[in-house]
């Protein structure tokens, strides 16, 4: 599997980890209210950008972007 592959999926599970602390989800919940909003293709498409985030700064664009998208978790 190529390096880069491997990156975004270590970096697709710590972001949902994150995520889940952050708003004290399951990482299983938060992993589905992602996907739910299309935050997995937001991931895909701006890796370069996220994974160059401080984490603080990750979980607040993943959630403004499922907010946009019509999640309710603030």
Same mark, same amino acid.
């Given at each position: 599997?190529?390096? $880069? &592959? $491997?990156? %975004?999926?270590?970096? &697709? +599970?710590?972001?949902? %980890? #994150? ?6 989800? &399951? ?6 209210? +992602? ?7 937001? +991931?895909?498409?701006?890796? !370069? +950008? #996220?994974?160059? #985030?401080?984490? %603080? ?11 946009? !998208?019509?999640?309710? #978790?603030?």
């Amino acid at each position: 599997m190529p390096q $880069l &592959t $491997l990156d %975004k999926i270590d970096y &697709t +599970i710590m972001l949902v %980890k #994150l995520f889940a602390s952050h708003y004290q989800l &399951t990482p299983q919940q938060a992993y589905r209210y +992602i996907s739910r909003y299309d935050g997995m293709a937001f +991931i895909e498409r701006h890796f !370069n +950008i #996220l994974s160059s #985030l401080p984490f %603080k700064d990750m979980v607040q664009s993943m959630s403004d972007y499922c907010r946009k !998208n019509g999640g309710l #978790l603030s």
